[in-house]
C-alpha cells in the first residue's frame, strides 16, 4: 500500500478545521503531518497524512465531511543543511515535477520525512531510491 494523504476542502471560516480534528480525535486518529492553504476564496484546502488512513476515511465520511485520497511519497532527508536540496536534485534531474511538500511530523532516526505529491510517482520513488533516498510506503504508518 502506498502512503496516502487526505485531502478536505472546507469553508475557510473560524472553526471549520477545528471540527475536522475534532472527528479524528474522537476516533483516535492521530495527525502526522498537515497542510492548510488558503488560496484566496471561500475554501480552504487541508491535506494531511494520519497513522490509520482507513480509520481517518471512516470518520470523516460518519461525521459528514467531504474527502478524497491521493497518493504521496513520504521520503527519509537527511536533517542537515542541503539534504533537501539532495532530494529535489534527483527528482529535477528526473523531470519530476514537485506538486506539493510538507514535513511529516515524526522522524526516521536522525532524518526528517518529507512529504511530495509529484507528477510522476512511480518515477520519482525509483529515481528517489536510486539516489540512496529511503522512500516509505505502509511503514510510514508504523512511527
Known sequence: ??????????????????????VLKLEGVNIRAISVLDPGEAAAVVRMMVDDPELAANAL???????FEEEVIAAE???????LHAVLEALKVAGINVLQL????????????????VDKPEEAK???????VRVFDEDVYER
Open 61 to 67: 465520511a460518519s461525521g459528514g465531511i467531504d474527502f
Open 126 to 132: 525509483a529515481m528517489l531510491r536510486q539516489n540512496w
Open 77 to 83: 532527508v537527511p536533517d542537515h543543511p542541503g539534504g
Open 102 to 117: 510538507y514535513s511529516y511530523l515524526g522522524r526516521s532516526g536522525p532524518h526528517a520525512i518529507l512529504i511530495l505529491a
Open 1 to 22: 500500500m502506498p502512503a496516502k494523504q487526505i485531502c478536505v476542502q472546507m469553508d475557510n471560516q473560524p472553526g471549520a478545521l477545528h471540527h475536522v480534528t475534532e
